[in-house]
């Protein structure tokens, strides 16, 4: 039999000497030192089957693995990231296992989180695992880590490996661990997005959590399918408390088996946010859950970095930027930006397409977890102070960059920390000043920061900020008069008259109060709005303000435009009043257009004919008085002038004084003329965003079209707009769309 490299017994004649190696040995007469060496490894040739079993019930990543698959064809590597618990290393699992064909050389498997934590060392000890489920004996493995990168090379030149790498902190464990066959590759794991590996052509996949159909599939697949089907409302709720995590979902559902829960059980226990992270988690000797998880991530960032993630934790809203962040933790905005960096690396915060940031709820609930075990007690009060004096001044740059004579009863250089003769600097310097249309992409900024401004609101009142608490919802209202959200804006200024009560200012209360009335209305609750009302008036005759009590009246008028008109156009002439005497131009607008808008009211509350005939007090008929005066006052509104005597027209009454000038041509009998004015003031109120009152005109032009297919585009543009605010009116006009 020839001898070769594959042989399994060596022969060695008797005039040999020197070092022989192999596992077995037929000598005859042997003469002179002679050295045996026995290696534990495998022998040469061997096929290294080393990547763990996947989970059994793996569902999900389907797109996940079919990238991976797309990799393979391309002979490309990858590193697999994500925030803790996302489910890298299972994905890994799983590919690994169902592409073994791939690799008929053998799969490595090297798991640096267990190399740190026992060795001592990783890179040096992961290349000598390598070599020796290789084949290659001890002699030959070498040292040194050059000498063991280069020994790795030449032995997995010649094989097609794949090599699993989990938890590799640093790119050049990929780089090493990287095979030189023809069709190797190397997937690995990460906490960190190893951005530069892309200069290696290594593919960085980003894993994310389960959306609520896949959050649902695993828990079915866990949990049992007969039981998710039995309470699918529980299992919603239960994918939603989880996050769609998959480490989360996982520990829910061997809870679920282990505690002998049912699922609405369970879901009564994690609706508790102080006790959710605690609950997911399984108790015995191998104890896991989701804190721990996000622990270890959390103890290899900086100190800095650190106690950033503390304060995102206490940070009240859903997303931020790089200046709320800075504000949070006293920092300016570059080191801010610096350690929110950090923080994105170890997927502990989330950057958005548009550049904010965010946490995921059960990353918030531990950040704020550890803030508790870590931090001073009043630093979440004062991290909210910060916070809520921020939004404070930036709510009203864009209250005053969208109308700055609006009323307001809030000191501006009080908010703003300038003197009064600089606040009009300050609002050209506003982030909204430079745009080519201040007011459109200062409500922009409102309506993206909707639901971190409420956050903010309700946590300045649960600490006790009144004064910042009433004036950020008097400076709020702005948006709301643009985009109805009806429940956020009852609930805005609920909160914010409350805090003026608290604060002792009655005009701020007054101002309030009365706004309040608006959303109660269209929420059909009107006895509240009456109530609210009421206490308003009291309040602002009180107060001393000059303008105020017109104010007031004039949104008075408002409850009783459709219960008396004539009540109300007396209350808009006592709002017309007060408001020429105190010298208040747009107030005084305001009360013509109302009382125009009564008259109109007033109109269509009568026949056709009456609406034409019909006089109060001997003079022109309800309709074209309506007429005449909304024609008047959307000129006016056009006209009106700033306090330096530039140009300041108000546009966005002008168009639903345009609305209401087409109603009142309708009811003329002008209804040609109607449709036109109709729709232009449909364009004009899209364009500046009070789409409210676009969905009253809208309606109104319904009634004077006579194609069908119009008629329904029309309404369901109105709908759309009514659901999207939570007006009830959308029911009725679903109701009429059906019918």
């Known amino acids: 039999m020839a001898d070769d490299a594959e042989t399994s017994a060596m022969r060695v004649g008797n005039t040999m000497s020197g070092t022989v190696h192999g596992t077995s040995m037929q000598v005859g007469s042997v003469h002179g030192g002679i050295t045996f060496h026995y290696a534990a490894a495998p022998a040469v040739g061997t096929r290294p089957d080393q990547v763990p079993k996947p989970p059994r019930r793996f569902v999900n990543r389907r797109t996940d693995l079919a990238r991976l698959d797309g990799l393979l064809a391309e002979g490309a590597s990858a590193v697999l990231n994500g925030m803790p618990g996302i489910g890298k290393t299972s994905t890994l699992y799983r590919w690994a296992h169902d592409n073994q064909q791939h690799f008929p050389d053998g799969q490595l498997f090297v798991d640096f989180a267990k190399l740190r934590s026992t060795a001592g060392a990783d890179l040096s000890e992961a290349l000598v695992m390598c070599l020796r489920a290789l084949g290659v004996p001890e002699e030959r493995i070498g040292s040194g880590t050059a000498e063991l990168e280069s020994t790795f090379r030449s032995e997995s030149a010649k094989r097609r490996l794949l090599v699993v790498l989990d938890e590799v902190t640093e790119p050049g464990h990929v780089r090493s661990l990287t095979p030189k066959g023809e069709g190797s590759i190397v997937l690995a794991t990460s906490k960190r997005r190893l951005g530069e590996l892309a200069l290696d052509d290594v593919e960085l996949v980003e894993l994310d959590v389960f959306d609520p159909a896949a959050a649902k599939e695993l828990l079915g697949e866990l949990c049992g399918r007969a039981a998710v089907d039995a309470d699918p409302r529980s299992v919603d709720r239960l994918a939603e408390l989880c996050g769609g995590l998959p480490i989360a979902l996982r520990i829910a559902a061997a809870r679920l088996h282990s505690d002998r829960l049912t699922l609405a059980q369970l879901v009564d226990e994690l609706a508790d946010e102080r006790q959710r992270l605690g609950r997911l988690a399984v108790q015995g000797a191998d104890a896991t859950g989701v804190s721990a998880t996000l622990h270890l991530t959390y103890r290899d960032q900086s100190e800095p970095a650190a106690r950033l993630y503390r304060t995102l934790g206490d940070l009240p809203g859903v997303s931020f930027d790089s200046g709320v ?415």
Not at 327 to 351: E, G, I, K, N, P
Not at 444 to 472: I, K, S
Not at 608 to 634: D, K, S
Not at 710 to 717: A, D, G, M, N
Request: glycine share 6%; proline share 3%.
């Open 325 to 739: 962040v800075a504000a949070a933790a006293a920092l300016d905005t570059a080191a801010s930006s610096r350690l929110l960096a950090d923080l994105v690396d170890a997927h502990l915060v989330h950057r958005t397409d548009d550049g904010r940031y965010q946490l995921h709820s059960l990353v918030r609930l531990h950040a704020q977890e550890t803030a508790r075990e870590t931090d001073p007690p009043e630093t979440e009060r004062q991290i909210v102070q910060r916070v809520t004096t921020h939004y404070l001044a930036l709510t009203t740059l864009a209250d005053l960059t969208v109308r700055a004579d609006r009323l307001r009863i809030l000191a501006l250089d009080e908010v703003l920390q300038q003197s009064a003769d600089r606040i009009d600097e300050v609002v050209r310097r506003s982030p909204f000043a430079a745009s080519e249309a201040p007011g459109r992409d200062a409500i922009g900024w409102l309506e993206a920061e909707r639901p971190n401004l409420m956050a903010v609101l309700r946590a300045a009142v649960r600490f006790g900020f009144d004064r910042q608490a009433w004036q950020l919802a008097e400076v709020l209202t702005v948006l709301f008069l643009h985009h109805r959200h009806l429940a956020d804006w009852r609930e805005s200024l609920a909160l914010g008259a409350d805090a003026a009560h608290r604060d002792h200012q009655p005009a701020a209360e007054a101002r309030l109060r009365s706004m309040l009335s608006r959303p109660l209305l269209d929420l059909r609750q009107d006895d509240r709005a009456l109530a609210e009302l009421e206490a308003a008036i009291a309040l602002a005759d009180g107060s001393g303000h000059p303008v105020l009590p017109g104010s007031v009246r004039e949104l008075l008028g408002r409850y009783w435009d459709r219960r008396d008109p004539e009540r109300a156009a007396a209350v808009y002439r006592e709002s017309l009043e007060i408001n020429e005497l105190a010298g208040e131009a747009r107030g005084a607008a305001l009360a013509r257009y109302f009382l125009g808008r009564a008259l109109l009211v007033a109109a269509e509350g009568t026949s056709e004919a009456a609406a034409r005939t019909t006089t109060r007090e001997g003079g022109e008929p309800r309709a074209a008085e309506a007429e005449r005066q909304l024609r008047a006052v959307y000129e006016e509104f056009l006209g009106l002038l700033g306090k330096d005597g530039a140009p300041a027209p108000d546009r966005r009454m002008a168009a639903r004084a345009l609305a209401d000038l087409g109603r009142a041509q309708a009811r003329c009998g002008a209804e040609q003329e109607a449709r036109v004015t109709l729709g232009r003031a449909i364009e004009e109120l899209e364009e500046q965003q009070a789409f409210h009152y676009e969905a009253e005109a809208l309606e109104a032009l319904v009634e004077l079209v006579e194609d069908d297919g119009e008629r329904r585009r029309l309404l369901e543009r109105a709908l759309t707009i009514h659901r999207k605010s939570g007006n009830p009116r959308a029911v009725e006009i679903q109701a009429r769309l059906a019918g």
